[in-house]
């Protein structure tokens, strides 16, 4: 069953260094999601990405964070400088669409991400 | 005021008990979700719903949209379905997901 791989599972960063979390969403989908879990708190929404641009962010998503969509099948996070408060699991999630049944999000299995 | 709710927060039952988890909304939706977080970390998409009710072997979610209302339902509980429980709504003004803050469900063998 197709589904959607993250790299790396876990990364440990400096504070100010610049991390770019890799996505490969599945092949045929073309919706592509960003969400973070601080650990112990909800999910929260960061950007999605539809066409090689960004189709909507959350005030979390600030210039410090850019998405990308390199090639033809990886989707990245990049945060420029991290700051202690960026520790958190980020999910990438993709979808074939937006609606018609097709909106259900596949997520992949995370990106542990600790600044120190 | 939190826009998504869910309750119970934490759930300890026994194996085999009918469990219940709510979730209540306070914005215009177009779709709501119930998702599984397994203690690894990783999510999985149960349900997607924006009317009446759906059914996956033991597990049934049901959505009220007048009373903006949603519950998930586990008949049978066995222990491998101990893992937090999470509704999200999509915003019918935008697509982004709203995520509640998850229930934690225990079932004790």
């Known amino acids: 069953e197709p589904e959607v791989t993250q790299t790396p599972s876990h990364q440990v960063t400096q504070m100010g260094q610049e991390v770019i979390l890799r996505c490969v969403p599945i092949s045929n989908h073309l919706y592509f999601y960003w969400y973070r879990q601080i650990l112990g708190q909800k999910v929260e929404f960061l950007v999605s990405?539809?066409?090689?641009?960004?189709?909507?962010k959350s005030e979390i998503f600030d210039d410090q964070f850019s998405v990308e969509r390199p090639d033809g099948s990886n989707f990245t996070l990049k945060i420029r400088s991290t700051k202690l408060e960026d520790s958190a699991m980020y999910f990438c999630?993709?979808?074939?669409?937006?609606?018609?049944?097709?909106?259900?999000?596949?997520f992949g299995p995370g990106t542990r991400l600790l600044v120190l | 005021k939190n826009e998504v709710e869910q309750s119970p927060q934490n759930l300890t039952a026994q194996e085999g008990e009918f469990i219940t988890i709510n979730c209540s909304y306070s914005v215009g939706i177009s779709a709501l979700h119930w998702l599984q977080q397994h203690p690894g970390g990783g999510i999985v998409s149960l349900f997607m719903l924006s009317s009446g009710k759906k059914k996956h072997g033991r597990l049934i979610a049901t959505i009220n949209i007048q009373e903006k209302h949603s519950s998930l339902h586990i008949t049978a509980s066995h222990p491998r379905d101990s893992a937090v429980y999470i509704c999200a709504v999509r915003s019918s003004s935008n697509y982004q997901l709203i995520w509640g803050a998850g229930t934690k469900l225990i079932i004790k063998p």
């Open positions: 990405f539809y066409n090689n641009e960004i189709s909507e």
């Open positions: 999630a993709s979808s074939e669409g937006l609606a018609g049944g097709r909106e259900t999000q596949y």
